[in-house]
């Protein structure tokens, strides 16, 4: 079965501080594909990253950056120098590629302090 | 161009109505989906449609009742309405790629949400 958890409720920081969201999975399957999504206040969602389990290469993009540890289950978020559009509920998710779904985690909510 | 569309945007009504969602995608994906997002924000997949076709049923009480008139299209009908149906609805699509052949593998792209309350 596969599962993702978001041990982090809330975080709020004090803008251009780094901030790292966790997200911790459990899977069976060797092939997998693990998602970030951002769902700002106005309530989109937002798609930011999808990782498949052959490629652990960290990523980054501008002040965005993901980590991705098979050995510790881990897809981890990581926003520097953050400011105050970076405010939003983040979602992390997965899809085991024998399954017909994505199934998300309960999200963090971040809020960034001016 | 929008790229998934959902209509209404918002949603009132009393309990025990009757009430659609209509969602659209131009993205020529294969597979489209709906989501229910309660007041806690934990998102929970209802149907998945996949060329027309049901795929994913998870459960959902039988007054919600999926229709897919094309691979375009995916609408949502509520008999009913009790007040715990109160949430944002998403309606989300993907391309169908992966050994499951369900786009399960493939980026979801999501509509802007319907916020329906049951009064």
């Known amino acids: 079965a596969q599962k993702v958890t978001q041990a982090q409720t809330e975080i709020s920081v004090v803008e251009k501080e780094d901030v790292t969201l966790d997200c911790v999975y459990e899977?069976?399957?060797?092939?997998?594909?693990l998602f970030w999504y951002k769902q700002p206040p106005s309530g989109e969602l937002v798609f930011l990253i999808r990782r498949n389990s052959f490629d652990e290469q960290n990523e980054i993009s501008g002040r965005y950056s993901w980590n991705f540890q098979k050995s510790t289950s881990s897809f981890n978020f990581t926003i520097t120098a953050s400011q105050v559009v970076d405010s939003a509920v983040y979602f992390c998710a997965l899809s085991e590629d024998t399954a017909s779904k994505i199934i998300f985690g309960s999200g963090t909510r971040l809020s960034i302090r001016p | 161009d929008t790229a998934v569309s959902q209509t209404p945007k918002y949603l009132v009504t009393q309990m025990g109505n009757d009430k659609s969602i209509k969602c659209e995608q131009n993205?020529?994906?294969?597979?489209m989906y709906w989501y229910k997002q309660d007041s806690k924000k934990f998102l929970k997949i209802m149907f998945s449609?996949?060329?027309?076709?049901?795929?994913i049923n998870e459960t959902v009480p039988n007054r919600f009742s999926p229709k897919s008139p094309d691979k375009a299209h995916l609408n949502l009908h509520i008999n009913s309405l009790e007040l715990g149906d109160s949430a944002v609805y998403f309606c989300?699509?993907?391309?169908?790629?992966?050994?499951?052949?369900?786009?399960?593998?493939?980026?979801?792209?999501f509509g802007p949400g319907t916020r329906l309350t049951v009064l």
């Open positions: 899977t069976r399957d060797t092939t997998y594909y």
């Open positions: 989300a699509s993907s391309q169908k790629v992966g050994t499951s052949g369900a786009g399960s593998t493939d980026t979801q792209y």
């Open positions: 993205l020529g994906h294969d597979t």
């Open positions: 449609y996949n060329n027309k076709e049901l795929i």
